[in-house]
């Protein structure tokens, strides 16, 4: 083969290049010696000498191919051939006719477009627009570019067959899927052939840069998607006339996914969706009430099979979703409710963490297994569990979920026979309904009272238990929620070593207390005792006057310029009494040991005497003693206490225990020490408020009253939720102590006073 280019006789050359074309398109077998030897041709008339003529073989090209398809589309698409096993008796003879056209001439096409390989490569395709000169140039195909062969004819196929045929194609491509929908198999025309027929209207246009699909939204989904909505129109009437609720939904998931298999078959993947919502609209949207009608009756008896149905149906229109959400919401809350209704007894702290742990472990199983753990309705469930855990029984009144979790945790961390990994596995748990609180602040200010009793009074089952818990609370709510409670870790473990540096200290001066003492160091910043019982008066009995001395050289020598102050009221000991036949072992408070003492030389003494001797303040005196005379260690000769009475050892004393305690009801919370708390939350609230609001004013330096609101509410969140009154009057404290002013020109807007 010459590269050289020579004059070429163009006339002669197409006839003979034409037969062989004629060949190809039609699929006819073509020999290996001419199929080779036509790509010499086509070189030959594209270097041509002295002109090439690439453009003229080009416009004689798409001339044949004009020519061919108009024989193609009034020999055998319109009328038929002879060998053609169809007959117009068919109603789809127009398909079967279309498919076995336009599968010939698309597969002719192609070789064909191998053939023009030079022509395409070296001619057409530099003459090419580049894509964004089509997409942002507004540029047209046919007025500015030529097309690549294969192209070109599938161009020509959409110009003069398919536009040709207009709806009539269309109207039997509509009818045949209508008989797939209805199985309707005596009249029905094969899923291959509307496939192949649908991918044609996609494949002619296919090369083009921008509004590839247009002809086929145009030609056939727009036509098809109307279509589809009649007939899902009158399946779903049909359907109303004949099902129940229940049975509908069933119906309409079935035949969506029906239809979705089908879609997924013929249909270019651009109009699945479209299709999808033509559908949902239909079926579902149009009769959203009729749906609603048994939503309640569902939720409220938990049909999980139909609830699913209606969640499969309403999920693809989150409006729609609305209302199902809502209801499952009130279901949970009414649920929650009614079990808050049955708590009673000394053990409510137990019931409510555990009833609403029961509830959300209930309803979260219930969305994994019916919604699929769709976010939307975990939110819900969400939102109901805060609702319920946060409600009030008056408005004016404090929630006590914060102090009922806070309880339920100090009952798992309190010695007992249940075992740690229990303990932990319920702890865990109660961080699930600790996350629901609103009033964070509350449940810190009771946790941290109940954690230095059981610190104090060495209650606690498992350190590690402790440690874990404040971690889990560290991780809901910040380093910042559990520093104190850190710090008095911290002060349990100092105080160990300090124990043994003074029994240390002890030997090596040759002393002793006459007691076993060990003493606690509390930082008074970090534990939450109250100022109050601090100041308690109280005579130490002589036994106890020697290691209190000790300890306070000791300490002064290793800590100057520390004050210690002695917590009588919270100190225990054992108290070993042999004045019967057997021996007891007491555990204490301080102030009942300090009673009992005084009886170490007399069976008998006054109450005035007891208490004048011990210098304690009525109640404090009364209730300790009080303790003592129900325990039936002391007697006395009235039927109450008073200044008269005449307290009596009992040596008649009988227990089947010998080691026992009598300690426990006098570290109960009573009612006002719970109301105390409380109010000091409260106190605590304007406090950290004022901070906050100082802190954002002297970052912004001028915020509008709105604006300062909304990140107030936004820094608290974690740890409860004000209430707006409660921000106002800090505002207006703040003003006062001018901290901040309003500025001068507006009356919603403060300002920073540096």
Request: with cysteine; glycine share 4%; charged share 30%.
């Amino acid at each position: 083969m010459s590269l050289k280019p020579k004059k070429i006789d163009f006339d002669k050359t197409w006839s003979d290049l034409k037969e062989t074309v004629t060949e190809v398109i039609t699929l006819r077998c073509v020999h290996r010696d001419v199929w080779y030897s036509r790509f010499e041709v086509i070189y030959s008339i594209c270097v041509a000498h002295p002109e090439p003529l690439a453009d003229k073989l080009y416009t004689e090209t798409k001339l044949f191919l004009e020519q061919h398809v108009r024989n193609l589309l009034k020999t055998q698409v319109l009328s038929g051939d002879s060998k053609s096993s169809n007959n117009d008796n068919n109603p789809y003879a127009l398909l079967h006719r279309y498919y076995k056209t336009w599968t010939e001439y698309s597969k002719g096409v192609e070789y064909l477009n191998d053939l023009y390989l030079y022509l395409n490569q070296q001619h057409i395709k530099k003459q090419k627009l580049s894509e964004v000169e089509v997409v942002y140039g507004c540029i047209n195909y046919d007025a500015y570019e030529q097309l690549e062969i294969g192209e070109l004819g599938l161009d020509i196929w959409r110009k003069n067959m398919i536009e040709s045929l207009g709806t009539a194609l269309v109207d039997q491509l509509l009818e045949g899927i209508r008989n797939d929908r209805l199985n309707n198999t005596q009249q029905s025309v094969t899923t291959d052939i509307i496939k192949e027929i649908i991918q044609s209207f996609v494949c002619v246009e296919e090369y083009k840069k921008k509004g590839s699909l247009q002809l086929y939204q145009n030609i056939f989904e727009t036509p098809f998607l109307k279509d589809s909505g009649e007939f899902y129109k009158l399946e779903a009437n049909m359907l109303l006339q004949e099902c129940s609720v229940s049975s509908y939904m069933e119906e309409v998931i079935k035949k969506m996914d029906e239809e979705n298999k089908r879609a997924q078959k013929y249909l270019h993947i651009s109009s699945i969706p479209k299709l999808r919502k033509e559908c949902e609209q239909r079926m579902i949207s149009d009769h959203l009430e009729y749906l609603y009608s048994e939503c309640n009756e569902m939720v409220s008896l938990e049909k999980r099979k139909d609830l699913r149905n209606l969640y499969t149906i309403l999920k693809p229109n989150p409006d729609a979703l609305k209302k199902l959400v809502q209801t499952f919401l009130e279901h949970i809350k009414s649920d929650g409710i009614q079990m808050l209704s049955t708590l009673k007894g000394e053990l409510v702290h137990v019931q409510f963490v555990e009833g609403m742990l029961k509830v959300h472990e209930k309803y979260e199983e219930l969305i994994s297994d019916t919604f699929k753990s769709d976010p939307v309705f975990l939110s819900a469930l969400d939102k109901a569990c805060s609702g319920v855990i946060n409600s009030k029984a008056c408005e004016k009144q404090p929630g006590r979920s914060a102090e009922l979790v806070a309880k339920y945790c100090d009952s798992l961390l309190k010695k007992s026979k249940t075992t740690e990994s229990e303990i932990e596995s319920k702890l865990m748990k109660s961080i699930t309904i600790f996350k629901y609180i609103e009033d964070k602040d509350v449940y810190q200010k009771f946790y941290s009272r109940m954690l230095a009793k059981r610190l104090i009074h060495d209650q606690s089952q498992s350190m590690d238990a402790e440690e874990m818990m404040i971690n889990k609370l560290k991780q809901a709510c910040g380093y910042e929620f559990t520093n104190k409670l850190h710090r008095m870790f911290t002060d349990i473990s100092v105080s160990t070593d300090l124990n043994v540096k003074f029994n240390h200290f002890l030997k090596q001066r040759d002393k002793d207390t006459g007691i076993n003492l060990s003493i606690k160091i509390l930082q008074a910043g970090a534990w939450p005792l109250g100022p109050m019982q601090a100041t308690v008066s109280f005579a130490v009995p002589k036994e106890f006057e020697k290691p209190i001395r000790l300890f306070e050289s000791f300490y002064h020598v290793n800590f100057s310029g520390r004050k210690l102050t002695w917590l009588h009221h919270l100190c225990h000991g054992e108290l070993k009494i042999a004045f019967v036949n057997r021996n007891y072992i007491v555990t204490m408070q301080t102030y009942q040991m300090a009673i009992l003492l005084l009886f170490e030389n007399t069976d008998s003494l006054q109450y005035k005497e007891i208490q004048d001797s011990l210098q304690l303040n009525q109640d404090m005196f009364q209730k300790h003693i009080g303790s003592l005379v129900e325990s039936k260690l002391l007697i006395i000769d009235t039927e109450v206490l008073q200044d008269s009475s005449r307290v009596n050892l009992n040596k008649d004393y009988v227990n089947k225990r010998t080691k026992f305690k009598i300690t426990a009801a006098l570290q109960k919370d009573s009612p006002q020490e719970v109301e105390n708390t409380v109010n000091s939350v409260d106190e605590d609230r304007k406090m950290y408020l004022q901070a906050t609001i100082v802190r954002i004013m002297k970052s912004r330096k001028v915020l509008r009253h709105n604006a300062l609101i909304q990140e107030i509410l936004a820094q608290s969140k974690v740890s409860f939720a004000p209430n707006i009154g409660m921000i106002k009057k800090c505002i207006e404290s703040l003003i006062d102590k001018q901290y901040i002013e309003r500025t001068p020109n507006s009356g919603d807007e403060y300002s920073y006073v540096a």
